[in-house]
C-alpha cells in the first residue's frame, strides 16, 4: 500500500506528513536510522502521524482546512506560531514534518513505543523496603507514564500555543 503524504490541501485520505525518502534523508543527516523496507517505514510513518496528532492537536492554533473531512490535523485556517506569525492555511509546517519524522524514526526501531499499551494495576507509583508496601497508580496517572520526546516538544515548541499566546507544552499552567 503506497503511503499517501500530505500535500498541503487538506487530503481526506492523507496518513502521513512525510515521505519514506524525506524521512530517510532528516534521519541520515542528524546520524539517526530509518532504512527498513518501504512497506515497515510507512507503517512507522503512518503510526508517528496519528501519535503527532493525537499528542499536539490541543495545542495547535486554528482549524483543520476541510474541518471532519480532512484526515490530518494539518493544513489549518487561522494558525499562527507561538511568536504571532500567520501559517499559511496551504501548507504543513516544517516543525510537523520533521517532528512527523523524528517520531517515524522511534516508531521504526521499537515499534508502538510512543502510544504503548498501559495497565494501571502494573503502574507502580511507590515502593518502602522494610517492612514492605506497594502502592499502584490510578488510572488517571496512567496518562501521565506515557513517554514522552523532548526532541519532538522542541521541535513543536514555535507551534503549540494557547489563545493567549503563551508556549504549551505539556502539563498545565497557571498565571500567579
Known sequence: MTLIVEDGTGLSTAESYSSVAATQTYAASRG????????????????ATTWLDSRYRSGFSGYPVHGREQMLEWPRHDAYDADGYYIPY????????QATQEAAVRELAVPGSLSPDLIV???QKKIVVGPIE????????????????????????GLLV???????????????
Request: negative net charge.
Open 162 to 176: 494557547y489563545s493567549s499566546g503563551t508556549t504549551k507544552i505539556s502539563g498545565e499552567s497557571y498565571r500567579v
Open 121 to 123: 494495576g502494573q503502574l
Open 32 to 47: 539517526l536510522a530509518f532504512d527498513s523496507t518501504d512497506e515497515l517505514s510507512e507503517q512507522a510513518l503512518r503510526r
Open 90 to 97: 496551504t501548507s504543513v509546517p516544517r516543525e510537523v514534518i
Open 134 to 157: 506497594i502502592e499502584y497508580a490510578n488510572q488517571s496517572e496512567a496518562y501521565d507514564n506515557r513517554p514522552i520526546s523532548t526532541v519532538i516538544d522542541d521541535i513543536l515548541g
